[in-house]
Each structure stands twice: as structure tokens, then as C-alpha cells.
T-cell receptor
């Protein structure tokens, strides 16, 4: 079955460490997204990529980096520059069809990152 | 004004009740609209898209009023399993760029 897989499910980071969150999809979707969700704040877009080897900053990109070397993969690195990284991180993908009413996102099950 | 606003709730209703959620959006040029469901500590899942003519999926009915920039979700005959947070999502589409704006969600608890 096609889907989107995030790993690990839980991640603990020490102060000053960089950590990388994995996101893999086998839906043949062109577009992929990273969101962060904090209690009471809803989903906020970190980075997105609409095609391989291209990505754009979202609303809260500072302290994060991404790469898109393969269509299936869109890893997110949380760097030490991110001052408040504890959150629920969600990866999503969608097709790039040009019918605006038709695109929904498929989400992975998320990674909970905690700074210790 | 927030781009997408929802009443956070919580809505506490008995099984079998009918409950309605409302959502307003600020960009009159928005082109697509969705309701997502999110269970506690899980990822959001698409519940239904919202079309101008209104649409129904079983016990769920979604309505869109572009003039008032208002979206609604009606749940009939509530089940315990409907307990979740319901996210209103609005999509803007300019050229090749899509942007989804997420509401903060409305919490629903269906009680036995």
C-alpha cells in the first residue's frame, strides 16, 4: 500500500545537537511539506518542495534545513540554531495536479521531538 | 484578523446529537477548502473537501458560502468515534504555488 513514512516516532535531542527527521513516500507525489505543530498553535509550514532538487522556505524556516535529492525523500534537519525545537513534526505530500479543489495532503504519522 | 478562524470549543455532545462547526477565512481569493480530522497525538487526516454547491458524505455535510467567506461542517447522529479535533483548511493557489492555511481546530467530545 502506498503511504508516507516518518521516522523515528520519538526523538530526543540534547542542547546544541543537530538531528535529522526522515520522511519517505511511495505515492509518487511531486510535492512534499514539513509542518510543525505546537499545542494551541495549529500547523505551521517549515519548508516545502514541489519538485526534486528544489525547495522553498515556509513561514518558520529559521533553524531548519532540508534536501530533496530524490522524489521519495524529504529529510528535515533541526539544527542547533532552532531555539525551541520541542514539537510534533509532520511531513506531508501531495500530487501537483492543477485542479485547486482536488489536492489534499497525505500526512505521515509524525515525529515527536523533545529537547533534553 | 486570523487567516482562518474557528471556534476552539470544546463541544461536548451526547451520542446521536447533531453538531455544527463554523469557520471563517480572510482571503476572498481562496480557491479550495477542506475539513481535516485530527485525533489526539496523531496526524491530520482529510475528512472531506468542500465544494461551492455543498457536499455530503454519509453523516457529514460541508457547506461553503463564498460571499460571507464562511465554511461549515455538520455532523449528524454523532458517534463516540467522532470525538476528535476538526481542522478547517483553506487553500490559495497562485501559479505553481499552493499554500494551505490551517485553522487551530475545533475540539469535539461525543459522550455516551
Amino acid at each position: 500500500d502506498g503511504g508516507i513514512t516518518q521516522s523515528p516516532k520519538y526523538l530526543f535531542r540534547k542542547e546544541g545537537q543537530n538531528v535529522t527527521l526522515s520522511c519517505e513516500q511511495n505515492l509518487n507525489h511531486d510535492a512534499m511539506y514539513w509542518y510543525r505543530q505546537d499545542p494551541g498553535q495549529g500547523l505551521r509550514l517549515i519548508y516545502y518542495s514541489q519538485i526534486v532538487n528544489d525547495f522553498q522556505k515556509g513561514d518558520i524556516a529559521e533553524g531548519y534545513s532540508v534536501s530533496r535529492e530524490k522524489k521519495e525523500s524529504f529529510p528535515l534537519t533541526v539544527t542547533s540554531a532552532q531555539k525551541n525545537p520541542t514539537a510534533f513534526y509532520l511531513c506531508a505530500s501531495s500530487s501537483r495536479d492543477r485542479i485547486p479543489t482536488n489536492y489534499g495532503y497525505t500526512f505521515g504519522s509524525g515525529t515527536r521531538l523533545t529537547v533534553v | 484578523r486570523k487567516e482562518v478562524e474557528q471556534d476552539p470549543g470544546p463541544f461536548n455532545v451526547p451520542e446521536g446529537a447533531t453538531v455544527a462547526f463554523n469557520c471563517t477565512y480572510s482571503n476572498s481569493a481562496s480557491q479550495s477548502f477542506f475539513w481535516y480530522r485530527q485525533d489526539c497525538r496523531k496526524e491530520p487526516k482529510l475528512l472531506m473537501s468542500v465544494y461551492s454547491s455543498g457536499n455530503e458524505d454519509g453523516r457529514f455535510t460541508a457547506q461553503l458560502n463564498r460571499a460571507s467567506q464562511y465554511i461549515s461542517l455538520l455532523i449528524r447522529d454523532s458517534k463516540l468515534s467522532d470525538s476528535a479535533t476538526y481542522l478547517c483548511v483553506v487553500g490559495d493557489y497562485a501559479g505553481n504555488n499552493r499554500k494551505l492555511i490551517w485553522g487551530l481546530g475545533t475540539s469535539l467530545a461525543v459522550n455516551p
